[in-house]
């Protein structure tokens, strides 16, 4: 389990913190209500499968909406942030290679917009 705040889990099963796989990670994150991540600039692709609920993604070219059963595939680079409405929302997240802290570039504080 990793660390996080708000009404969230987060389990990283294969991945630097907890395999110390550096190649890909997976991680499965379940939100029980609203939440906006902060922006990050990842070095990373990432594949995310919703499994539950609405899941909006927010990036450089605009915004999609991925609803359960739905992925998104978002290329290394681009400046993105994740979000739910107050239902909440579970999701698969792979990054290849592994997502690490260092690599995902995450902006300090939370865009003024939202």
Request: aromatic fraction near 4%.
């Amino acid at each position: 389990m990793v660390p996080v705040t708000g009404g969230q889990t987060l389990m990283e099963h294969v991945g630097r913190l907890s395999t110390g796989n550096t190649d890909v990670s997976l991680a499965h994150m379940t939100v029980s209500g609203a939440w906006v991540e902060s922006w990050r600039r990842a070095e990373h692709e990432e594949v995310v499968l919703v499994l539950k609920g609405v899941l909006t993604i927010e990036h450089d070219a605009g915004m999609m909406q991925a609803h359960a059963g739905q992925s998104v595939v978002v290329p290394p680079g681009r400046r993105l942030r994740h979000s739910c409405g107050p239902t909440g929302a579970e999701f698969v997240s792979v990054c290849l290679p592994a997502y690490s802290p260092e690599s995902a570039h995450v902006e300090s504080s939370i865009d003024p917009r939202m």
